[in-house]
Every structure is written in C-alpha cells, then in structure tokens.
C-alpha cells in the first residue's frame, strides 16, 4: 500500500472506532458530517505525527461534524430552523434553551428517532460544554491565541460530541441506536 492509502485507512479506522463506541452506524450521518469527521480524523494523525502541534484543529473539526449533524438532524425540523443557521454553537444553546417545543415539534423529533428530552434537556448542556472546550482554546475565535488545545481537551471534545452525535443522529424505527 502506498503512504495515502494508508493514511485514509487509520483516518477510516479512527472514525469506525470512534462511532462505534457510540453504537452508531457511519451511513447515519449526512454526508457533510462524515467529511467534517475524516478532516478530524485528519488532523489527529497530524497531531501524532507532530508531537509539538496543538489540538487545536482537532477539537474544530469535531465540533464542525457536530454542527453539521445539528443542522442536518434538527434543523429541517419545523420550528428548530435556527439549528441550519451560520451561528456559533454558543448561540444555538442560547436559541435552544429559550425556545418552547410544542406537540408537534416533540413529535416531529420522535418521528426522526430523535428523543425530545434529549433536546430540550442534556443538548443544551452538552452543546454549552463543548462551546466551552472550544472557546478556552485556540480552536474557535478564527485561531486568535487563547490557550493551547492539550490532548486531555481534544478527549473531552471527543466524549462531549459522542454525546451530542448519539443523541442527535436521525434513525429509522426499528433500528438501534
């Protein structure tokens, strides 16, 4: 196998691993998610292959995969729009905590395989904590030093998208999460 190959592979296995904890299959994600996922899995292995590097990169481009499946699962649900928009994700938590889901949006969720207390309780929660990583680091504010992205903060973005992902992936009835 030549250099790229293996390297798409590892960048594969990273991702199959990494969903796989989560008991979620990669063909329930849209399409902009699972490349949001590859260029994590990229800078990972450029992270490894550079020691001196910062996590930064990695810890944006799964919160992007996050954004991309908040957009992709919520917002073409009537009444959560605003998941769509070019918003931070801090802004988003504030939207989504001071919005009231009536019946039918509970519903519009349930029929997506998506639970409704999980959206309007522990996502604003989760999405906040991982605004939070994101912040504390150089990995939001367009790359303007803040503090060094460690590997103990790329871990903790990675448990708090897992949560997110899991929570939010659309499925079909009958399939398992």
């Keep these: 196998m030549d250099e790229t190959t293996l390297r798409r592979k590892k960048r594969t296995e990273y991702i199959d691993?990494?969903?796989?904890?989560?008991?979620?299959a990669r063909r329930a994600f849209a399409g902009s998610t699972g490349k949001c996922l590859d260029d994590w899995a990229r800078q990972i292995q450029l992270v490894e292959?550079?020691?001196?590097?910062?996590?930064?990169?990695?810890?944006?481009?799964?919160?992007?995969?996050?954004?991309?499946e908040l957009?992709?699962?919520?917002?073409?649900?009537?009444?959560?729009?605003?998941m769509r928009g070019k918003k931070a994700i801090g802004s988003k938590v504030q939207s989504l905590r001071g919005f009231k889901p009536d019946t039918e949006v509970r519903q519009r969720l349930s029929n997506q395989g998506i639970k409704?207390?999980?959206v309007f309780s522990a996502l604003p929660n989760l999405m906040s904590s991982l605004a939070a990583?994101?912040?504390?680091?150089?990995s939001a504010h367009g790359g303007v030093e803040i503090g060094t992205a460690?590997?103990?903060?790329?871990?903790e973005a990675r448990?708090?998208?897992g949560k997110i992902l899991k929570g939010v992936v659309s499925k079909?009835?009958?399939?398992s999460k």
């Design 159 to 161: 448990q708090l998208a």
């Design 116 to 118: 409704p207390d999980f």
């Design 71 to 82: 957009a992709h699962s919520l917002g073409r649900i009537q009444g959560l729009d605003f």
């Design 150 to 155: 460690t590997l103990k903060d790329a871990q």
């Design 133 to 138: 990583v994101r912040s504390k680091t150089d």
């Design 172 to 175: 079909k009835p009958g399939e």
């Design 17 to 24: 691993s990494f969903l796989s904890e989560l008991g979620v």
């Design 49 to 68: 292959a550079q020691p001196s590097a910062n996590w930064g990169n990695v810890i944006l481009n799964l919160c992007r995969a996050v954004e991309s």
